[in-house]
């Protein structure tokens, strides 16, 4: 899996929200700008800092996103009053990469802005997520976690090592036959939704049902088959 395509959770995004850390959402795509405030002035960083780890597609259009399309988005635009001419939308302030509001001689446009750039992109964000029960039958320990529902079990395993360096040791199975309630192993390159597991949590919590009790489990069944760590 490359690592400009993963998908991300707006929680795991909103983690990265510091001056040494910062990432952004633009239209569905993830950006890591922190190279970008080594390489700026601090007054043009400032509007990007203050919305580290948030969305600030407002900034841009057209705000939908096509994950198989090439980047397109474009900074607003809007028409001075006095001046009669067309410049960057910024109410909250100019910010890296956008030229000064009037003609100067004296400004550099010979770059790529980075909202334009791959190498800022470095992921998804999730157009859905959900939470699922993690057991390990081995341990008998249970971990919650987020996950975006465009994942594979594959990167669900991946995202679980951070819990378990060995999670590939292990048989991931759920609940697939409900008539039967019996635990199926799970097609590893298939999202939850593809292997058939379904997400409750929506239709019964809004009947004020414990969200406890409607995760999806997922039980982990040691193969032994030791994995390196």
């Not at 040494?20 to 043009?44: E, H, K, M, Q």
């Not at 259009?61 to 635009?77: A, C, H, K, Q, W």
């Not at 939308?89 to 990469?97: C, D, E, I, L, M």
Request: hydrophobic share 35%; proline share 6%; glycine share 4%.
């Amino acid at each position: 899996m490359l690592w400009n395509d993963r998908w991300y959770t707006a929680r795991e995004v909103g983690t990265h929200c510091s001056t040494t850390d910062c990432w952004v959402t633009i239209s569905g795509r993830v950006y890591n700008v922190t190279p970008l405030f080594a390489d700026n002035p601090p007054v043009l960083c400032e509007p990007i800092i203050k919305n580290a780890g948030k969305d600030i597609s407002q900034w841009f259009e057209p705000r939908t996103f096509n994950m198989d399309e090439e980047i397109g988005v474009e900074v607003l635009l809007w028409r001075h009053p006095t001046m009669k001419l067309s410049t960057y939308y910024t109410p909250q302030g100019r910010f890296a990469h956008i030229p000064p509001p009037f003609p100067r001689t004296d400004f550099n446009m010979d770059y790529n802005p980075w909202w334009l750039d791959k190498n800022f992109v470095i992921g998804f964000l999730s157009k859905r997520t959900q939470f699922i029960r993690v057991k390990n039958i081995l341990l008998d320990h249970v971990y919650v976690m987020e996950v975006p529902c465009e994942e594979t079990i594959n990167e669900i395993l991946y995202r679980y090592t951070e819990h378990n360096k060995h999670a590939a040791s292990y048989e991931w199975k759920a609940i697939l036959e409900y008539d039967t309630m019996k635990f199926c192993t799970m097609d590893m390159t298939k999202t939850l939704t593809e292997n058939g597991v379904k997400d409750e949590s929506q239709e019964f919590g809004c009947a004020g049902m414990q969200l406890d009790y409607l995760l999806p489990a997922i039980h982990l069944h040691y193969t032994d088959d030791l994995t390196v760590a």
